[in-house]
T-cell receptor, first 114, second 111 residues
Framework: EAQVTQNPRYLITVTGKKLTVTCSQN?????MSWYRQDPGLGLRQIYY???????DKGDVPEGYKVSRKEKRNFPLILESPSPNQTSLYFC?????????????FGPGTRLTVT | GQQLNQSPQSMFIQEGEDVSMNCTSS?????WLWYKQDPGEGPVLLIA?????ELTSNGRLTAQFGITRKDSFLNISASIPSDVGIYFC???????????FGTGTRLKVLA
């Protein structure tokens, strides 16, 4: 089944403890992206990647890192999480950057930083 | 930074009614998108628009790319209970593959 998977789905952690949220797609998509969703703010793009080893900042990249070493994986790294990074995170992918409008979203990861 | 102002914020309507929502910005975009998000899931693309003035339909949904390229509209005709959810507009920043989203319109349909 074609899908975008994220792990973990739920995470509670403490301030400053490094964490990684994994994202994987099995559709051979070139374009991948991370978003955070907060009440009243909609979705905001954190980082995106047009292909392997090609990443760029979205609207809210501060406090996050990404890497794209393989086509199928696009992990989101929080080196020193803070409470203001408590949010619902979505990974998305699309066939190519030229068709990046047609993004398939994962199920989401709910992160709480205390 | 660039912003998309989406309205209304929420709507309660009766089953069978038509629905309209819109998205405006002070910036110009060359791609407008409409997504729907069901509770507990990620957004799903409904309609994509690429050209100013374009009017596109997907079943009971119709969306338009504003002539000024600064706005877009989504209409849902004859609403049904499964239309419940949050509808987001989104736009692609010209010259990049970066996307910004509106704050969403929460739709509730009363049977």
């Amino acid at each position: 089944e074609a899908q975008v998977t994220q792990n973990p789905r739920y995470l509670i952690t403490v301030t400053g403890k490094k964490l990684t949220v994994t994202c994987s797609q099995n559709m051979n998509h070139e374009y991948m992206s991370w978003y955070r969703q907060d009440p009243g703010l909609g979705l905001r793009q954190i980082y995106y990647s047009m292909n392997v080893e090609a990443t760029d900042k979205g609207d809210v990249p501060e406090g996050y890192k990404v890497s794209r070493k393989e086509k199928r994986n696009f992990p989101l790294i929080l080196e020193s999480p803070s409470p203001n990074q408590t949010s619902l995170y979505f990974c998305a992918s699309s066939l190519s950057y030229s068709s990046s409008y047609e993004q398939y979203f994962g199920p989401g990861t709910r992160l709480t930083v205390t | 930074g660039q912003q998309l102002n989406q309205s209304p914020q929420s709507m309660f309507i009766q089953e069978g009614e038509d629905v309209s929502m819109n998205c405006t910005s002070s910036s110009i975009f060359n791609t407008w998108l409409w997504y729907k998000q069901d509770p507990g899931e990620g957004p799903v693309l409904l309609i994509a628009l690429y050209k100013a003035g374009e009017l596109t339909s997907n079943g009971r949904l119709t969306a338009q790319f504003g002539i000024t390229r600064k706005d877009s509209f989504l209409n849902i005709s004859a609403s049904i209970p499964s239309d419940v959810g949050i509808y987001f507009c989104a736009a692609r920043t010209s010259g990049t593959y970066k996307y910004i989203f509106g704050t969403g319109t929460r739709l509730k349909v009363l049977a």
